[in-house]
């Protein structure tokens, strides 16, 4: 079951993403291109030359000028960046246009269009000698250079010549023009470009050379940008492994070149001026030839009464050849020469029109449409207007938008027929009536911020950066209840970057135990959130990703729907949610957010921080925690190294044997950091936000940091038997094996005396296990009479312990524990010494009644094996049997016959919550506990403190539902009417009969094999 009942929670096929979603508007069918097609604004201007003021419009805008355009103003250019719609634009255009019989009209698409195909498009348009002899040119000039590598060396060779023979140029200032005469001569660039040891790097398959020549043959692919292939001055930057194999002129030149940037940038100018009269020699066909196949289809169409329509969804697919194509456009008709109305709509980024246009396009443009808004021009823009068709479109699919589209019905909308469509648009929101999910307009916000280098809105990247990888990739995720996934925010991460940075609000999202479970709900209020720090969102969003709310947090107020349609707006920067004004946080709190978040941290930050640290931890230094008294720690190299505050480390490639590390991995270490960096500048904690919780937290990390110190740094003293010791010290490790300490069934010495004095495990699992809580309890604490102390407990043995090995000076105090010393004893295992004479009589019968206590628990044997279920008999994995039953009740339910008593969800929910690890948990629980009698005292002790009480819980209640689904399965298979079953299910019920009596004996052990079931159902 999911949020949207029977139904999965994901509403769309992953597969149709890809089909929807593609990388060229051109690759979509006419269903699905106009299913999505959104308005987007467009500045609209009369003059080529100015790039401020104009009128913002939409797509009709351009339909009409297109329609309304003048003979003598041909071009209609259509400017923007690369990725922000001018080929969807053309396509819109080309699918809207209604041309007159007497217009013919040429689509010239931006991909896979070679020179030839280009040229041939235009020749479909021609007829006669001329036509036939500029076909056949054509075909022959481009198959003599079909051979890539052969175009390439080509293309090298045209290029050394024409920069030797036309690079020299007399205008320019002076130092110019002795430049280009260096670059021009043979032992300038023509030597760099003919040399065998730079080849490699000038003919590199992501070099413009090798690009080029690919486009001219096979046009231009998904993954090449917009502009025209040429020279920048980074592809001259040359170096190479073995240059002194290079010849002196090309070693001198590549060296002036790689010294200097501006040098660089002339040579690259250099070198593109002569890329298109190179690529006219290299194929045989130049813009003298387009120019003049334009020219006689123009005369031919006029004689027809016709004229010419072309649309270009890339203008610098024409480089090489561009200028006979612009001549061509621009020729005006005479008496002596009678050319047809020529017209031409073309999508061209818009560094190529201003840089690289000649003056005659500019006088000849009748309006430009520019996808790139001016600053300071408003025009709203709603990037969930435009993603929520997308997400409809997908959700549809592909066939039915395209059949939709055959019968001429409107746009099918995906939500009328979700069983949570009012809950989903409530919480997730909706444009429109499409809804948004799986995102809302914060998400969708922020994911596409990720990926906006300069603030603004790019068609290109939103559809397949943001929505194609969430809906393809993330569709599993989200069904299977692992979403939002670890990729989802490595994808999106910098639109977020500045959400949850605190490790508190952090930490209350977090659900103890359930480390991806937490980890999910951090991600979905980093992303999906409205507020400032920690908060649950509406519950909708939290049932439809798996992610239960924390309970007495505060909540999301739900998005107000919006239902206003999507208007011409301005492709602006997107924005997130403005959170309500907090005050903000202390510098070095805000340091310790920026190094966990980001990993870098200043030096002085570190400075201020490790002094904080250092005097905390100095003032915990003190014999009652082990450690040794103050006066220790004052750099008396007679008594040991003091403690220092660059023992306080923060580089995580030090911590390893660092006295006392700062993990950044170490959320405990990193909340008390953070803590104690607001305390020190409220210099209480009373106005610390908070304050009383993380003061608790923060005196227990400085307790573990005092005692990381200690052992490291305090110490050794010569070894002494000391008997009473060694009865502390067993009955103390006896103790922390009772507490189910791990280090104390340990066999190393610091494990043990690790164990002897560390924090007792927290075990909030142990509410069924009245008998060990009741143990523990005594180990821990003592005992009173009113006032008098009747019995000590550990706190009390720890101090004792510490009196008979520490270190003093003079006559003093004790200052610190003798590690050698307490070492000395635990390796020599001995065991029931002897009590001298001067140990108190309180600690004598203390300790004998604590042993026998332990010695006495056998008793909690049965409580413990109450509790943890045989699986024995369970006949395979626990998943696979659970499965199978499953297949059984859904069978059952599917044909109607599910007996009353069996609940699938909830079975479902029993077999869900058992995690992987429990059966192994429970199967090595069960079998210590069955061999009980064969233990030793301490195995006894450590399977009575095993963590296998939450697995056991989960795993006995999914087998008693289990059992009794069974049992009521083969009832109602024993007992159902002959006729009924026979007539309806007689063929599955004998497959069913077998199959269950198979579940029966894998889950019940024989000690269930009794005749209580049927009789309870009798």
């Known amino acids: 079951m999911s949020w949207r009942g029977n139904l999965p929670a994901a509403c769309w096929d992953a597969h149709e993403a890809s089909a929807i979603i593609p990388v060229e508007a051109e690759s979509t069918s006419d269903g699905v291109f106009l299913a999505t097609h959104s308005t987007i604004p467009i500045t609209q201007r009369d003059q080529v030359d100015s790039a401020r003021g104009g009128a913002v419009v939409d797509e009709q805008a351009l339909l009409r000028a297109v329609q309304d355009q003048p003979a003598d103003q041909p071009i209609i250019p259509i400017l923007g960046k690369s990725g922000t719609g001018k080929s969807h634009l053309v396509r819109w255009l080309r699918a809207h246009l209604e041309t007159k019989e007497s217009t013919r009209l040429i689509f010239v698409p931006k991909h896979r269009m070679s020179l030839r195909g280009i040229l041939e ?108 292939f040429g020279f920048t001055p980074d592809d001259l930057n040359l170096s190479v492994d073995d240059v ?242 670890e990729g989802f925010a490595n994808d999106f991460r910098g639109g977020a970057s500045d959400r949850l940075t605190n490790i508190e609000d952090q930490f209350k999202l977090r659900s103890p135990g359930d480390e991806e479970l937490s980890e999910r709900r951090i991600r979905l209020v980093r992303f999906w959130g409205s507020g400032p720090g920690a908060e649950n969102l509406a519950p909708t969003i939290h049932d439809a990703f798996d992610v239960t709310p924390i309970d007495d947090l505060g909540d999301a107020r739900p998005p ?95 911590i390893a044997d660092a006295v006392l590390p700062m993990d950044r991995s170490n959320p405990d270490d990193m909340r008390a950091l953070r803590a104690l960096a607001w305390a020190n500048h409220k210099n209480n904690w009373a106005d610390v936000p908070d304050g009383e919780r993380l003061q608790r937290l923060t005196e227990t990390a400085i307790d573990r940091w005092a005692s990381r110190v200690g052992i490291k740094l305090l110490p050794p003293q010569r070894p002494d038997n000391d008997t009473e010791l060694a009865r502390l010290v067993e009955v103390l490790l006896s103790i922390a094996r009772g507490l189910g300490i791990a280090d104390a069934f340990k066999s190393d010495t610091t494990s043990r005396i690790r164990a002897m004095f560390a924090p007792v495990p927290d075990r909030p699992d142990l509410e069924s296990r009245a008998g060990l809580r009741a143990l523990h309890s005594f180990l821990e604490e003592g005992a009173r009479s009113g006032s008098t102390v009747t019995r000590v407990g550990r706190g009390q043995l720890q101090q004792r312990l510490l009196r008979h090995a520490s270190f003093s000076q003079g006559s003093g105090k004790p200052l610190a524990l003798d590690l050698s010393k307490v070492a000395k004893v635990v390796r020599s295992g001995v065991t029931g010494a002897p009590w001298p004479a001067s140990t108190p009589d309180l600690i004598r019968s203390s300790v004998s009644t604590i042993e026998a206590r332990l010695a006495s628990i056998d008793s909690l044997h049965a409580e413990a094996s109450n509790l943890v279920p045989d699986l024995s008999d369970l006949g395979g994995e626990l998943a696979d049997v659970a499965s199978e039953l499953l297949v059984l009740v859904n069978e059952r339910a599917a044909a109607g016959a599910l007996p009353g008593g069996i609940n699938p969800a909830e079975l479902q929910a029993a077999v869900k919550s058992v995690k992987p690890g429990d059966q192994r948990k429970v199967e090595a629980a069960f079998a210590e506990l069955s061999r009980w009698d064969q233990l030793t005292h301490d195995e006894k002790l450590k399977v009575l403190n095993g963590d296998w009480d939450e697995p056991a819980r989960r795993v006995g209640a999914w087998l008693q539902m289990a059992r009794q689904t069974v049992r009521l399965l083969e009832h109602s298979l024993d007992n159902g009417s002959p006729s009924d079953v026979q007539r309806e299910y007689a063929e599955a019920r004998d497959q069913l009969v077998a199959d269950l009596t198979a579940m029966a004996d894998s889950i019940c052990p024989p000690a269930c094999d009794d005749s209580s079931g049927a009789e309870e159902l009798a």
């Not at 809105?457 to 393809?472: E, G, I």
């Open 244 to 485: 002194n194999r290079a010849g002196q002129a090309a070693r001198e030149v590549a060296g002036a070149l790689t010294s200097e940037h501006s040098f660089r940038e002339l040579a690259a100018k250099m070198i593109n001026e002569q890329l298109g009269p190179s690529v006219s020699e290299v194929f045989g066909v130049g813009g003298d030839d387009l120019k003049q196949i334009l020219v006689d289809v123009r005369v031919e169409l006029d004689k027809q009464g016709l004229e010419l329509l072309v649309l270009i969804e890339d203008f610098s697919i024409f480089q090489g050849i561009q200028g006979g194509l612009i001549d061509a456009i621009t020729l005006i008709s005479t008496e002596a020469q009678k050319l047809c109305p020529m017209r031409v709509v073309m999508a061209v980024t818009t560094g190529y029109f201003i840089n690289q246009m000649p003056e005659t396009v500019y006088t000849r443009t009748y309006r430009v449409f520019d996808l790139d808004l001016p600053d300071g021009m408003n025009a709203s823009f709603q990037p969930t207007g435009f993603a929520s068709r997308y997400l409809n479109a997908v959700r549809v699919g592909a066939s039915e938008l395209d059949a939709a589209h055959a019968r001429e019905e409107e746009v099918p909308n995906a939500c009328e027929q979700c069983p949570v469509n009012a809950a989903c648009h409530s919480s997730f929101g909706q444009v429109d009536g499409y809804g948004l999910f799986p995102f809302n307009q914060a998400a969708l916000d922020r994911a596409i911020k990720s990926h906006s280098t300069d603030g603004s809105f790019v068609a290109r990247n939103v559809l397949t950066r943001v929505l194609r990888p969430v809906l393809h990739r993330d569709q599993a995720e989200i069904n299977n209840g692992r979403f939002p996934s």
């Open 121 to 228: 498009l235009i020749l479909e348009h021609a007829s006669g000698e001329r036509a036939d002899e500029l076909r056949t040119k054509v075909a022959t000039a481009v198959d003599a250079a079909a051979d890539e590598k052969t175009a390439q060396l080509k293309l090298r060779n045209a290029l050394a010549v024409n920069i030797e023979t036309r690079g020299n140029r007399t205008d320019g200032s002076p130092e110019e023009i002795e430049l280009r005469s260096y670059l021009a001569s043979p032992g300038g660039l023509p030597a760099l470009f003919g040399d065998d040891v730079f080849r490699s790097r000038l003919l590199d398959q992501n070099g413009p050379i090798a690009r080029l020549v690919r486009e001219k043959l096979s046009g231009k692919g998904d993954e090449d940008k917009e502009d025209a």
């Open 560 to 654: 107000t729907p919006d239902s206003r349609p999507t208007l011409p707006t301005k492709p602006s920067a997107t924005s997130t949610p403005t959170p309500q004004p907090v005050a903000p946080d202390p510098p070095l709190v805000k340091a310790v957010d920026g190094w966990l978040a980001t990993g870098n941290i200043l030096q002085g930050e570190i400075n201020d921080l490790r002094n904080i640290v250092f005097q905390a931890v100095r003032q915990r230094l003190a014999f009652e925690d082990g450690y040794g008294g103050d006066s220790l720690w004052g750099n008396d190299k007679a008594l040991a190294p003091g403690f220092e505050a660059k023992m306080v480390e923060f580089s995580q490639a030090k």
